[in-house]
């Protein structure tokens, strides 16, 4: 199955923020196999094959070891339902004392390709749809990210967390935490 979005963060492309991409990936039973995530305005190409690795611009990418969860970058972003953005908020509010900082660049497929390039050292973000995360998905993985839901099953629109391993495990415990068990995905 083609999962494609051709404007992922569509209010940045209408206000000209750099903040978009066009995300293509070939999913085969709801896993990516092979992912291309395009940045236009920051003339980013990301590319992904299942155990073929990740590239931006045919450079090779490959995490490092993640720093704490106390020194971590962390990307995020909100949906637009007013409840939901509620929600997101709430926690939001708990996590920012725990980290470094918070970046929320408005289309999780950069979001996802920063956490590979190391831009960001982690991303999460709840009520995604599997076009805003597909591509992404298979770039963070195949450079060294865990991707999961609050589970540790696969992402799914109730929740999305990438990391490093370690500072995964550390981000998805929190998360726990702040949501109490659940997302609210109104």
Avoid: K
Wanted: net charge negative; charged share 20%.
């Amino acid at each position: 199955v083609w999962v494609i979005d051709p404007i992922d963060g569509t209010t940045n492309f209408v206000y000209d923020h750099p903040g978009w991409s066009v995300s293509v990936a070939a999913c085969v039973d709801g896993r990516p196999l092979a992912a291309a995530v395009v940045v236009p305005s920051l003339r980013r190409t990301y590319r992904a094959a299942r155990g073929g690795g990740a590239y931006e611009d045919g450079r090779r990418l490959r995490l490092d070891e993640p720093p704490q969860l106390p020194a971590a970058l962390v990307a995020t972003g909100f949906g637009y339902d007013p409840t939901r953005r509620a929600a997101q908020a709430d926690v939001l509010r708990g996590l920012l004392p725990l980290v470094r900082d918070v970046r929320r660049m408005g289309a999780a497929s950069v979001d996802l390709c920063s956490v590979a390039a190391g831009r960001v050292d982690a991303y999460y973000e709840w009520g995604l749809a599997p076009w805003d995360m597909a591509g992404g998905w298979l770039v963070a993985t195949e450079a060294g990210a865990l991707v999961t839901d609050l589970s540790g099953g696969d992402p799914s629109s109730e929740m999305v967390i990438a990391a490093a391993p370690r500072l995964h495990r550390d981000l998805r415990a929190l998360l726990e935490e702040l949501l109490g068990g659940g997302c609210t995905t109104a």
